[in-house]
C-alpha cells in the first residue's frame, strides 16, 4: 500500500493527451513539491519532472506537471510509442521525515 | 554528468547482512546533496530506502529504519548500504542516487543491482 495514490494504468492513443495523477495528504504533496519518474521496461528511472512543475535539462516540453492542494497531475502530450512506460510520483512526507512514492501508473500507447 | 555504480553481492542469505557500496565519478560527495538508496522488488514500485549527506547525517524509511545502516567515505567518493536480517521481501533491484532532500528523492540514478535473498 503506497502512501501516494496513482492509478495503476493508463492508455492512449498516438498524438493524443493523457494525464496521470497522484494523491497524497497534508504532510506530503500538500506541504512538499512533487518529482515524477519514467520506467522504461528493464531500465532505471529516469529523472521526468521536479518541483511540480520544472523539467530538468532534455526532458521534453510534451512533459508536463501541476500540483493542486493536496493532489499532482503529469500530463504528457502529443503522445509518442516511445512514452510506454511506468511512471511514479514522489514527494518529501514530513510525517514520516521520509520520501514516499506512488505505486505506479503503467502507460500503454494504443 | 554525475556516474554512479553500484557493487555487493548479487546473493544473500536470509537471516544475513546485505551489503551494498555505491561510487561516485564525475562528481563530488560533498558538493552539497544528499546520497540515497531505493529498492524496487521484482515486479513492484519503487521503496525508498534512506539517504545519507556527506556529513553523515541521514533520513531512514521508517518501515526499515532499525535495519539499515548508511555510511559515506569521502575519500573514496563512495557511499554503502547495509540491511541486517534480511528475508525473501528484501530481494530487489537496488539503485543509490543523488538526491534533494526535500525536493527530489533522485536525480541521477545507477543501473541498479538486483539482490536475491535465498538460501
Known amino acids: 500500500q503506497s502512501v501516494l495514490t496513482q492509478p495503476p494504468s493508463a492508455s492512449g492513443t498516438p498524438g493524443q493527451r493523457v494525464t496521470i495523477s497522484c494523491s497524497g495528504s497534508r504532510s506530503n504533496i500538500g506541504t512538499n513539491t512533487v518529482s515524477w519518474y519514467q520506467q522504461l521496461s528493464g531500465t532505471a528511472p529516469k529523472f521526468l519532472i521536479y518541483n511540480n512543475n520544472q523539467r530538468p535539462s532534455g526532458v521534453p516540453d510534451r512533459f508536463s506537471g501541476s500540483k493542486s492542494g493536496t493532489s499532482a497531475s503529469l500530463a504528457i502530450s502529443g503522445l509518442q510509442s516511445e512514452d510506454e512506460a511506468d511512471y511514479y510520483c514522489a514527494s518529501w512526507d514530513d510525517s514520516l521525515h521520509g520520501w514516499v512514492f506512488g505505486g505506479g501508473t503503467k502507460l500503454t500507447v494504443l | ?119
Open chain 2, 1 to 119: 554528468q554525475v556516474q554512479l555504480q553500484e557493487s555487493g553481492p548479487g546473493l544473500v542469505k536470509p537471516s544475513e547482512t546485505l551489503s551494498l557500496t555505491c561510487t561516485v565519478s564525475s562528481f563530488s560527495l560533498r558538493s552539497g546533496y544528499y546520497w540515497g538508496w531505493i529498492r524496487q522488488p521484482p515486479g513492484k514500485g519503487l521503496e525508498w530506502i534512506g539517504s545519507i549527506y556527506h556529513s553523515g547525517s541521514t533520513f531512514h524509511n521508517p518501515s526499515l529504519k532499525s535495519r539499515v545502516t548508511m555510511s559515506v567515505d569521502t575519500s573514496k567518493n563512495e557511499f554503502s548500504l547495509k540491511l541486517s536480517s534480511v528475508t525473501a521481501a528484501d530481494t530487489a533491484v537496488y539503485y543509490c542516487a543523488r538526491c534533494r532532500i526535500t525536493i527530489f528523492p533522485a536525480d541521477d540514478w545507477s543501473q541498479g543491482t538486483l539482490v536475491t535473498v535465498s538460501s
